[in-house]
Each structure stands twice: as C-alpha cells, then as structure tokens.
C-alpha cells in the first residue's frame, strides 16, 4: 500500500517520522505492536492512520479525558468520524455514542480504561467491528510502571475474554523491564517492537543545586527572565503550586496556577489561556501536560524533583515539540526528595491501617455509604492522611470488598421551597426538586436529575447552586471523594486476599526509581548518557553539548591541569576506600582536609595515608570535588537516607583502576602553602633524592600511585629530621602505624645507610 498517498490524505503531511512508517505498516498487517518513541515524535498517529485506512473501528484506550477530547476534536476538524465515552457525557450521551459504535459509523473511539468495567459497554464492544485496539500510555499498564494504574492491568485479560483483537501499546517512557511486563499483560504474540529513541538534541538540560527556599527562588526568577516563553514550571504539591504561582506573579511575571484540586471550570480556564498564549507562565502540578499539544514551550522547570526519571522524561518532554532549542531546568535540593518519600508512604498503607478502614466501614451496618475520606481519616488514627484513605479504599475496590460510585451517580441532598424562581432554567429545575424531592427532601444522584430534568449537566449544577444561593432550594452536593457501596457486607479481612508482599515489593520498586532521580541530580557526567542509559537506548554518548555538564566540561578541562586532577581523583577515591564505607562525605572532606578534630584523632582518621593529601583546598573545595565525583556516580550511599555513609561504586573502583575516567573542576589553591621553611630546616637535598628512588621503587613493586607510599612532603621532613627509629618515624607527617608496618623498614635502612656513608652519628 502507498501509505505516503494516505498520509498526505488525512493529515496533509509529505512524510513519516522516524519509526511511525514501520509501526503503521505492522498495525495493517495485523500484528500485535509495543512502540517507544518520545513525547513529540508522533504516537499519535500510528494508531490514527491505520485506523482510518482499515475497515471497522479502532478502539483507543486513553488515561486523560482532557487528552482523549483534544484528540477528538482535532480528528473531527479533519471530517473523521471519531468520538470518545467519559464521565463528561451524561448516560444519554455515552448510549447514543455506543449505538454509533455498533452502527460501524465511527472510525476512533476513545475511552478510558475504567470504561472496561461496564457490561454494557463490553457487549455493545461484543457486537462491532473492532478493527484493533491502540493502548495509550501502556506504561501505566505495567506494575513497575510510574503511573501504576490497576483498570489497565486487567485490560490483557478482558480484552482476550470478549474477542481476538489485534494490540497496538503506545508509550514515551519503558524501560527493558515495563516493556516486558506490558507485553506478557496484554498477552501479546508476534509482537513487533519498536524504540526510535529517547535523544532530544534541541533540549538542553541543566540543574541548578539550590541549598535553601531563597536560593530557588532566585534561580527560578533568573531562568524565567533570561529565557523566552512560554514555560511550564512543575512542582510537587498543590502547596508548592500556589505558593510559587503568587510569587511570580508579584515579581509581575504573567503565571498561573493549575492542579487537581481546583474545580474543573478554574482548571479549563486556566489551561485555554496558557494554550492561546494569554498567560505565558503556567506553575502545576503533573496532573498537567498529558496529551498538551502546544508545540512551542520554550523551558520545562522543575521547582521540586518528580519520583522517577519516566516521570521527568515526560514532563521535559513536553518542551520544544516544534524541535526548536529549548531549556530544562531541575532546582535539585534534597529536600525535595523527603516529599517524595512522604508520597510513596502514602501510596503504599500498612496493613493495619487498610484493615482498621476495613473495619470502619463494616461497623457502620449499612451497605450503602455517604462519607468523606476526610471524615475517615479523622476516625482512623493509623491514617497519615485523608488522601492516604483514598488508597485504602482503591485497595479496598480491587479487593472486591467495595465500589466506588462514579461521579454522577454520587447522591447530593436537595428539597424545594415555598417560593418558585422566574427565570425558564431555573424554574424547570425547581419543578424537578419539587416533584422529586418535595419540602421533605431526598437524596438523589446528580445524573437521575439531569436526565429528569433534559439539561446538560454543568447547566443543572450551576441552576442548583444559584436556587440554593437564593434560597430557593436546599441543596447539598455530594460529599467529597466518592459514594460507597459494600458490595462484600459479610467478608473477612483474610478473605480479601490483598497481596501486601506485592505491594512492598512495589514500593521498594517505587523507592529505587526516586534514588535514580536523585543520581541524575548528582550526576557529574553527560546528563542525556545518564536518561538514554537509563531506558537502554545504545546511543547514549558522553559529550552531548546539550547538557550543562558536557558545555562545563568543555569550557574548564584542560591538558594543563589533567594529571593533576587525575593525581587527585585518584586521592578522593583512596581516602573514600580506606575510610570503608563508615562515614559521610563532610567527613571524608576533613580527613582529605587535614582537620583536626576530635573525631579525627579518636577513631584513628589520623594515621590513614590519606589523611591531609588534600590540605592545600579548604574543607569546602574538598567537599565540592566529592560531591563532583558523586554526580559521576562514584559513589554509594548507604545505611540513614538522612545521615548517609559513602563507599565506592563499581565506577569508582572502575576509576581507581583507571579502567574509567572521572573528571573534576580543580578549584584555585586558598589556603596559603607553608614553605619549607616552615616545614623543616636542614634539609638534605641527597637524602631526598635516595628516599624518592625507595618511593618510586615500592610504588613500583605494589603498582600503587607514589603519592599512596609517601608524599612528596613526607619524603622532606625525613630528610630533614632524619629518624632513625620507628619512634622517631612517628613524629613524621603522614607516617602512621599502618605507613610504619608497611614501609617504615624500608625508609629507615635508606636513611641508617645514608648517615654511615655520610658519618652521621646516632
């Protein structure tokens, strides 16, 4: 087939982007299909062309109803007969969208994959013509995914329950082992693969290490002023949201805010204005961006770190989709990484709290609840939060225990008054309370008086809110979160089944994935080697010049100063080595520093040959070249996330023995070098010369560097105080018990034959 003719057809385009070519084709042939391609590199239309090219209707599972309208709409400005089915439409809605379905007059529809759970949906499915079905984000049908979402894990099994359907799994983000689980969930056979790469070369990454709220705060109005818009800044937490919204806003910089917790006329509002270019600033959290199609967002800032690199990738990604240069900035500061602990715990209850919920709803004796997670959280004291309650009662669903309404068969309280309104709208309304609910009053659900009374939903609820504003009617909205119904009334805690091995395997899962983002946020090397090694993409490179780290690199290292910086890598990574993984990085700065603190002296820091290599820098520049090395990933962290001990990696035992490379900034010598004079008087210029040959020879024979035998300082004050015991020996700068039992021998017979050749007394 000459797809280039349907291309151009339907979507007025001349050419394919990478992969998208093959990826169709293998759709038309009817293979089962997983692709991989980055935020901006067209999954979209992979499944779109096909679906318009094949016979029947293709069935496109979205997680976003914003994402799934914005497709629909595009689609429908084309003449593309497509629709979706969502809690938007009312029921009346969603049946004549699934007569059309049967019907075989639709070529795309889009649901979401809750949609799965209803019988009348999956019949109607039953009996039309599915010519495939594309999953977007399959990600998130994996366990080990970053946006584990439980309706998508039971969508390879329903799917297979009601007919043999080819499977098309779309994503930007998997790893080796997401892409393995989506393929063994979906169950899919045959199945092409297809990663085109993670590589954004137009996107420049960079982190900005921010050691308080001040310092974030300068960083982040420096970036907004030195660069162009529009720009999405992302923060954690609805808190972080406002806060950061009001505070560009007073520095008179034309900024939004935008999460889950605004009502969804405010949250629409604030998405149209950003999108039409009337606000340039929008500051959200990750509930925006999905499915965004505005092309020309010129920064990406993270004002707190996400949990994971998917979750980064995806949000970066969501700049310079018309391939133009465009910056994204990470203000990294560790603090963020406890709120993003703080979200795992939550997301993962003890199995005393999920069975204290358990208990609560079932002591209330009715199988029909009205009742906020707020209200349960203030009754279970196990809870952290009212949000955690939500997860116990997701818990609770999968477990077969309970079901969540949905919105609009939640119940809201309403009862008429005594005096009627003017207006036609209203009046209709208040006759439906009237005749429904009476001056009594009743629970009803906000569905059954839409349909009642023939309006549109957001025309019915903002009617109810003006009668009651005036008096007219009582209404009470539903409570927040949703309705109950116990479904289960008679089961047991331990007939739930609820697998909470699995559940810490997958916070454990969820735990690692956050060090990862932490790594990125240390790493010293090439930040696009460290996200495409990350998703095993082999293009991975280590000078990019599109990362701060590569541009830095290439702006500061020199020939001039590279075996001296290699002399001292090698220093760090032996003091880190000698100090076995005990102690942080402060404290291995001191050593290198030459400190003398107590600690020092007392667990014996003192006698280590490392100990004041590095005593020319301040404490401050030793402990920023570990942290250099650190973000090269030098190092482990191990034992207290709050007080971490350092050891070496596997790439720092790697750079020891230079089967690696590492690289530091080498900063300018502040503390004034003692000559030596200072150091010690009569020296012999002989002695030194014979006392470097023994050095290089024992280097030599142990392949150590020299500097690991002797400094070059210790050789002078030898020969200068010329010891002649091991007590003598002692008193010497950097000569400890373990320097004395390792080549004190060998110095002192150089130094005792020296002072007979020369006749120098005992």
């Known amino acids: 087939m000459e797809l280039l003719s349907e291309l151009k057809r339907y979507f007025d385009l001349s050419s394919f982007r990478s992969g998208q070519e093959e990826v169709v084709r293998t759709v038309l042939e009817g293979r089962d299909a997983l692709v991989v391609m980055p935020t901006g590199g067209g999954k979209s239309l992979c499944y779109q062309l096909p679906a318009l090219i094949s016979e029947g209707t293709a069935l496109v599972v979205s997680p976003l109803i914003a994402l799934m309208k914005d497709q629909v709409d595009v689609l429908q400005k084309r003449g593309i007969a497509a629709s979706f089915i969502n809690s938007t439409l009312s029921l009346v809605e969603q049946r004549q969208v699934l007569k059309r379905l049967e019907a075989g007059e639709l070529k795309l529809l889009y649901v979401a994959p809750e949609r799965f759970r209803q019988k009348e949906f999956l019949h109607t499915l039953s009996r039309s013509r599915i010519s495939f079905v594309a999953i977007d984000e399959a990600h998130c049908i994996s366990q080990w995914g970053h946006d584990f979402r439980p309706d998508y894990l039971r969508l390879g099994r329903i799917l297979k329950s009601i007919g043999q359907y080819h499977i098309l799994g779309a994503t930007a983000t998997a790893t080796e082992s997401v892409i393995s689980d989506i393929i063994s969930s979906l169950h899919l056979t045959n199945c092409r693969q297809f990663v085109t790469g993670f590589y954004r070369k137009n996107l420049l990454l960079r982190v900005l290490h921010c050691t308080n709220k001040k310092e974030k705060e300068d960083a982040l109005a420096s970036a907004l002023a030195s660069v162009k818009l529009p720009a999405i800044v992302y923060c954690a937490t609805r808190r972080g949201v406002d806060e950061v919204a009001t505070l560009l806003k007073d520095q008179g910089h034309p900024a939004s805010g935008y999460h889950a917790g605004m009502d969804d006329e405010t949250r629409n509002r604030v998405q149209e204005r950003f999108m039409t270019g009337r606000s340039e600033i929008i500051v959200a959290t990750n509930a925006f961006g999905m499915g965004i199609d505005k092309l020309n967002i010129r920064q990406v800032i993270h004002h707190q770190f996400p949990g994971s690199i998917e979750s980064y990738y995806q949000e970066i990604g969501r700049a310079g989709r018309d391939w133009e240069k465009s910056i994204c900035t990470l203000l990294f500061s560790m603090g963020d990484n406890y709120i993003q602990e703080f979200f795992i715990d ?144 008679q089961a047991t805690f331990e007939e739930l089944k609820i697998d909470f091995e699995l559940l810490e395997k997958r916070k454990q899962n969820d735990l690692e994935k956050l060090k990862e983002v932490v790594a990125y946020g240390y790493f010293g090397g090439c930040r696009w080697d460290f996200l495409l090694s990350y998703f095993g993409d082999d293009s991975a490179t280590d000078q990019c010049g599109s990362c701060d780290n590569c541009i830095q690199r ?142 290089e020879e024992l280097g030599t024979a142990q392949g150590l560097p020299l500097f690991l035998v002797a400094s070059n300082r210790t050789l002078k004050e030898m020969a200068a105080s010329v010891p002649k015991s091991t007590t003598e020996l002692l008193q010497v700068h950097g000569i400890g018990p373990a320097k004395i039992e390792k080549y004190g021998q060998d110095f002192l017979d150089v130094i005792l034959e020296y002072c007979d050749t020369v006749n120098l007394g005992a």
């Open 346 to 489: 939550m997301n993962y209850p003890l199995p005393e709290t999920v069975e204290d919920v358990f208990d609560f709803l079932k002591s209330t004796g009715k199988d029909y609840l009205s009742v906020g997670n707020n209200e349960i959280s203030e009754t279970i004291s196990s809870a952290q939060s009212a949000g955690q309650i939500g997860i116990v009662m997701k818990m609770l669903e999968r477990a077969g225990f309970l079901e969540r309404l949905y919105s609009g068969r939640r119940l809201c309280f309403v009862a008429a008054g005594a005096e009627k309104p003017r207006g036609p709208v209203q009046k209709k309304i208040f006759d439906v309370v009237a005749k429904i609910a009476g001056s009594k009053g009743r629970k009803v659900s906000i569905n059954f008086l839409t349909k009642t009374a023939g309006l549109e939903k957001s025309a019915l609820l903002r009617g109810l809110r003006l009668l009651s504003a005036d008096g007219l009617i009582t209404y009470i909205p539903p409570t927040a979160g949703r309705d109950l119904k116990i479904v289960r009334p």
């Open 554 to 695: 290439k702006l500061k290292r020199t020939d001039t100063n590279k075996r001296e910086e290699e002399t001292i890598i090698l220093k760090i990574l032996s003091c880190v080595a000698r100090m076995q993984d005990r102690f942080g990085r402060t404290r291995v700065a001191q050593v290198l520093a030459g400190s003398a603190m107590k600690w020092i002296t007392s667990q014996g820091m003192n006698r280590l040959s490392t100990y004041g290599l590095l005593s020319d820098f301040t404490q401050e520049d030793v402990l920023d070249l570990i942290d250099q090395l650190d973000r090269q990933g030098c190092f482990v962290r191990k034992g207290d996330h709050l007080y971490p001990t350092i050891g070496l990696s596997k790439k720092g035992i790697e750079v020891m023995k230079k089967e690696e490379e590492a690289f530091v900034n080498l900063p300018e010598i502040k503390k004034p070098v003692r000559t030596f004079a200072e150091v010690a008087t009569d020296f012999s210029p002989e002695l030194y010369e014979l006392l470097r040959q023994k050095r």
